[in-house]
Nanobody, 118 residues
Framework: QVQLVESGGGVVQPGGSLRLSCRAT????????MGWYRQAPGKERELVAV???????HYADSVKGRFTISRDNAKNTVDLQMNSLKPEDTAVYYC????????????WGPGTQVAVSS
């Protein structure tokens, strides 16, 4: 079992920045993937970004150039730096963990709210 806890959500004005963090504890595989999903009100959950333990990354087109995912393998943490935030980035953001380079959503955190509003 793996437990995930997110932090760093909040309210920010359009154009602002936020940094989300997530820590994984429990039975962590040395090769794994961690990611971030989000779900806006009335919309389906969508993948935002993924990073493997080897450092390979993938981003949704909607956040490319604005969001950066990073991780610390020694601490089992993953961060999401979000810049140039837009109102459409408003959502609950979920941290995920997967037990290989090709799986990143075996476990989910409880989520953290991000609101972009003036």
């Amino acid at each position: 079992q793996v437990q995930l806890v997110e932090s760093g959500g909040g309210v920010v004005q359009p154009g602002g920045s936020l940094r989300l963090s997530c820590r994984a504890t429990g039975s962590i595989f040395s090769i794994n993937s961690m990611g971030w999903y989000r779900q806006a009100p009335g919309k389906e959950r969508e993948l935002v970004a993924v990073i493997t333990s080897g450092g390979n990354t993938h981003y949704a087109d909607s956040v490319k150039g604005r969001f950066t995912i990073s991780r610390d393998n020694a601490k089992n943490t993953v961060d999401l730096q979000m810049n140039s935030l837009k109102p459409e980035d408003t959502a609950v953001y979920y941290c995920t963990y997967g037990s290989s380079e090709y799986r990143w959503d075996d476990y989910w955190g409880p989520g953290t709210q991000v609101a972009v509003s003036s």
